[in-house]
Nanobody, 127 residues
């Protein structure tokens, strides 16, 4: 059973930073395409960032220049470094994974291509 476990969420003031982590288990599962999504109350789920098997990353326009997605294959962990946080970044953040191969930003607006999802971690940004 593949499990994704997010951590690192919390409450910060505008302008602050957080680093989200997503650990994939079991260790033997290799994700070839992963992403971060977020959903605020009453809003649709939104793609935030993706990373493909060649390390190419993509970001939603709303977070470009502020958020950075990365992964540590040795630890089977996906990260999302969030800087310059704004109140509109407040949402539940989810990581997602698939073993299928996709290129760059393909999954940013196609959440259904992902096979596994984490339970989410809450990020709250106050003004």
């Amino acid at each position: 059973q593949v499990q994704l476990t997010e951590s690192g969420g919390g409450s910060v003031q505008a302008g602050g930073s957080l680093r989200l982590s997503c650990v994939v288990s079991p260790y033997t599962y290799s994700s070839n395409y992963m992403g971060w999504f977020r959903q605020a109350p009453g809003m649709e789920r939104e793609g935030v960032a993706t990373i493909d098997s060649n390390g190419r990353t993509s970001n939603a326009d709303s977070v470009k220049g502020r958020f950075t997605v990365s992964q540590d294959n040795a630890k089977n962990t996906l990260y999302l470094q969030m800087n310059g946080l704004k109140p509109e970044d407040t949402a539940m953040y989810y990581c997602a994974a698939t073993r299928k191969f996709y290129y760059s930003d393909y999954g940013l607006r196609r959440p259904r291509i992902f096979d596994y999802w984490g339970q989410g971690t809450q990020v709250t940004v106050s003004s």
